[in-house]
């Protein structure tokens, strides 16, 4: 099924095999495969595919056009069942546009055009066209502070003993495609030596012997993605030799399906480490202050249907005023402190600042059958979306919004010091709620891909296509799926909505190793948005070049580092706390 070929995937001994009939089997040490037995489709996840195809469907009969994904047009750069191209020199077929250059031609000059006429040109086309027009009327949402509990440490914080993911790969053959990968699981020693770098305890070792459908990820990505549904796993990339050549941050898959991304990659072997936090996880050796909070989206007006966000807010015991708060975007559904791990909670506090996790699930969910509930169900009133109407990006973008509403309301908080984090689709979110929402003082984006920072116009990793596919145009308004092969007709491109933010601060970060999400092309949007900030008066990223692996660019107002691994924000926190440390001082 394309774009995002299903497979259901048994995983037992060293591996499993996808076979190029999209049938599982086990594999032995030798690599010989044996039958594994078919696990049962999960009927709710099936409904749900099936509602989210239909709701796609329903989209494209009110645009009034046949679905590119299975017929795509002659003149289509990317050919839908076909691999993703990887290869630079095919990457650029049609030019970025300029964001200070007007529809109508007209070359923005000064300050007082961009904010009259071209950002408000910006805004309404992404509104229109692709993200969704957040309606003018929302529900209230009601504001309850659950519980408050005081903390001896960092370690005492749920979530802080997380578990580390060690992969070893085995060979996967993708219909159509060639390719293998193997690599060996690493040592009780490598582990150590990586965790207690990190300021972690090695606790213990577990292997995990079967993962069923839903559970993995076959990636294009050279480091691979495997992610158990619901849980959160910190990668170890292992080198060939099997030395451990660097962490990954906390992956969190919510959608929970199996996909292929087009290229051949490994299907990964699982080895949970347990790690605590350490005594000093981060630099902070103090108490700290949880606050549990959750606000309800009124439903009076559709009873059938109903949203809520959770907030879990760490404050450090010993502040002596308000202090600022990074807000990191996570899925919901988790005990756990959130996608990062731990230490990036104590660095966080070591500052003097506080953190927050935000749910984005309970608020809108992740798929196409949820769009008659949440949020977006309310304001509907449980009818199917129009065409411009918001997708769950916009839906998660508004409710960080209303966290702010509760912020400023909180006497511990300074809401004029609020940063924003998030990761992967929640990077996407991220861009998209600094752009919409001033109140965003610093924003960190991180592995955002396609609709995030790299560009829409670009033919490397994801393309739109994937993104207007059935597994994924829940995200956007209906209007987007008209772009699906057709790139170089959507009015605006990620450099223009990135320079929304301006002249806030943004720090963007990426992955040598994450094809998927683009990094160059990530690149190229910040070096095109940066004349932005600079007509604006501040400084854009001081270079025209793109930096090289893992260094840190943070002397302007646009942050930047390309972290030597894959998919994940970990390896680039430090970096931009950095960053934000410039503009938000320490705490109080």
């Keep these: 099924m394309f774009p995002r070929i299903r497979f259901l995937l048994a995983c037992f001994g060293l591996g499993v095999v996808v076979a190029a009939h999209g049938q599982a089997v086990a594999t032995s040490g030798s690599g010989s495969a044996s039958p594994a037995a078919a696990r049962t489709p999960d009927p709710v996840q099936v409904a749900n595919h099936a509602a989210s195809v239909a709701d796609r469907k329903r989209l494209l009969g009110l645009l009034g056009i046949a679905d590119a994904l299975a017929a795509p047009p002659a003149e289509a750069v990317h050919r839908p069942g076909t691999p993703y191209n990887y290869d630079e020199a095919k990457a650029n077929p049609y030019p970025i546009p300029d964001p200070l250059v007007l529809h109508n031609g007209s070359r923005v000059e000064d300050a007082k055009m961009w904010w009259l006429l071209r950002r408000p040109e910006i805004a309404s086309d992404f509104a229109t066209y692709v993200y969704g027009r957040i309606p003018k009327e929302t529900p209230k949402v009601r504001w309850e502070v659950v519980s408050v509990t005081k903390l001896a440490s960092v370690a005492m914080v749920s979530g802080s003993t997380v578990v580390v993911r060690t992969v070893q790969r085995v060979p996967v053959r993708v219909p159509g495609l060639t390719g293998t990968s193997t690599l060996p699981t690493p040592s009780a020693e490598e582990l150590k030596r990586i965790v207690e770098k990190d300021g972690g305890v090695l606790t213990g070792t577990t292997d995990i012997l079967k993962l069923g459908a839903g559970d993995a990820q076959v990636s294009g990505s050279a480091s691979g993605e495997t992610n158990v549904a619901g849980g959160m796993r910190r990668r170890v990339v292992i080198g060939s030799e099997g030395a451990v050549s660097g962490t990954g941050g ?50 009076s007006s559709y009873p059938a249907a109903s949203a809520h966000i959770d907030v879990k807010l760490y404050l450090p015991a010993d502040a002596k005023g308000p ?6 975007i996570v899925p919901g559904g988790s005990g756990r402190f959130g996608r990062l791990p731990p230490v990036a909670l104590g660095r966080i506090l070591a500052k003097g600042w506080g953190c927050a996790t935000v749910s984005t699930y309970p608020l809108q969910a992740d798929s196409g059958a949820g769009l008659t509930d949440g949020v977006i169900g309310i304001v509907n009133k449980g009818k199917p979306r129009e065409l411009d109407q918001w997708g769950a990006l916009a839906a998660w973008s508004w409710g960080l919004s209303r966290v702010i509403d509760y912020l400023e309301t909180d006497p511990a908080v300074d809401a004029k010091r609020l940063g924003l984090e998030g990761h992967s689709r929640w990077g996407k979110t991220a861009m998209l709620a600094a752009a919409l929402e ?21 033919n490397f990793g994801e393309p739109v296509d994937n993104v207007a596919s059935d597994g994924e145009y829940h995200w956007m308004a209906g209007n987007y799926l008209k772009y699906a092969c057709n790139w170089n007709a959507m009015p605006e491109d990620a450099p223009a909505l990135l320079a929304m933010i301006a002249p806030r601060p943004v720090f963007i970060g990426c992955g040598t190793t994450d094809p998927w999400s683009d990094a ?46 894959g998919h994940t924000d970990a390896l680039d926190f430090p970096t931009f706390l950095k960053f934000a440390q410039k503009y938000f001082g320490a705490g109080k």
């Design 250 to 299: 906390v992956v969190a898959r919510g959608n929970n399906d199996s996909r292929a991304n087009g290229n051949a990659g490994p299907v990964e072997r699982n080895r949970d480490v347990n790690i605590g936090a350490g005594s000093d996880a981060g630099g902070y050796k103090g108490a700290l202050v949880l606050k549990t909070i959750r606000g309800t989206v009124d439903n």
């Design 323 to 328: 202090v600022p708060v990074i807000c990191e």
């Design 438 to 458: 001033p109140r965003w003082a610093v924003t960190y984006i991180s592995c955002s891909g396609q609709g995030g920072v790299q560009p829409v116009r670009r």
């Design 520 to 565: 160059h092309g990530e690149w190229l949007t910040v070096a095109a948005a940066g004349p932005v900030w600079t007509l604006l008066g501040k400084d854009d990223v001081g270079t025209t070049v793109q930096p090289a692996a893992d260094a840190e660019w943070i002397s302007g107002d646009i942050g930047y580092r390309m972290h030597t691994g």
